[in-house]
């Protein structure tokens, strides 16, 4: 069965510095999706993206976060100056042709800001 | 108002008893409905799309009331392996095709032997 992966599983960086976050799509899946879960929280909507662009973002999505599919395959998340608070676990989920099917997760990128 | 609301627990649960869960949601426009399974530091995946007739897949049967925008779910014949925390989820406040997930805060299951 064809999966959603996510790169690295896990990630610790210092406060202020850039992370990149990567996730490889099933292959004919044309939306793509990031979602965060703080820990003892509930999962949260970032951003969505389809045809190379955000087609909707939440609160949470501030002009520290971007994402981008450089080169066709790998979806990218990257948060510029990272804050304590950016601590949580990443999820990409993929879906479909039209985006109303179902959206498969990825294993997620547990990300620990210090 | 909390968009999605559940209860959560955690249920004590007897293997192979009966537990229902139920979820409300706030958002009249959402037009997708699903309850979604995660495991202790895994991501969610998906048990069952709900639709308003009514489904069921094996022991887990869900239901959707649009008038009262409330979702449930029923497991019978609990197993241990069920144990996990079960999402209540549905799509976004537009109702499209790029609209993320709007996520419960999720019903703590525990199956004991």
């Known amino acids: 069965e064809p999966e959603v992966t996510q790169t690295p599983s896990h990630q610790v960086t210092q406060m202020g510095q850039e992370v990149i976050l990567r996730c490889v799509p099933i292959?004919?899946?044309?939306?793509f999706y990031w979602y965060r879960q703080i820990l003892g929280q509930k999962v949260e909507f970032l951003v969505s993206f389809y045809n190379n662009e955000i087609s909707e973002k939440s609160e949470i999505f501030d002009d520290q976060f971007s994402v981008e599919r450089p080169d066709g395959s790998n979806f990218t998340l990257k948060i510029r100056s990272t804050k304590l608070e950016d601590s949580a676990m990443y999820f990409c989920?993929?879906?479909?042709?039209?985006?109303?099917?179902?959206?498969?997760f990825g294993p997620g990128t547990r990300l620990l800001v210090l | 108002r909390k968009e999605v609301e559940q209860d959560p627990g955690p249920f004590n649960v007897p293997e192979g008893a009966t537990v229902a869960f139920n979820c409300t949601y706030s958002?009249?426009?959402?037009?997708?409905f699903f309850w979604y399974r995660q495991d202790c530091r895994k991501e969610p995946k998906l048990l069952m799309s709900?639709?308003?007739s009514g489904n069921e897949d094996g022991r887990f049967t869900a239901q959707l009331n649009r008038a009262s925008q409330y979702i449930s779910l029923l497991i019978r014949d609990s197993k241990l392996s069920d144990s996990a925390t079960y999402l209540c989820?549905?799509?976004?406040?537009?109702?499209?095709?790029?609209?993320?997930?709007?996520f419960g805060k999720g019903t703590h299951l525990i199956i004991q032997p």
């Open positions: 709900v639709y308003s």
């Open positions: 958002n009249s426009a959402s037009q997708s």
């Open positions: 989820v549905v799509n976004g406040r537009k109702g499209g095709g790029a609209d993320g997930l709007t």
């Open positions: 292959s004919n899946h044309l939306y």
């Open positions: 989920a993929t879906a479909g042709l039209t985006g109303r099917e179902t959206q498969y």
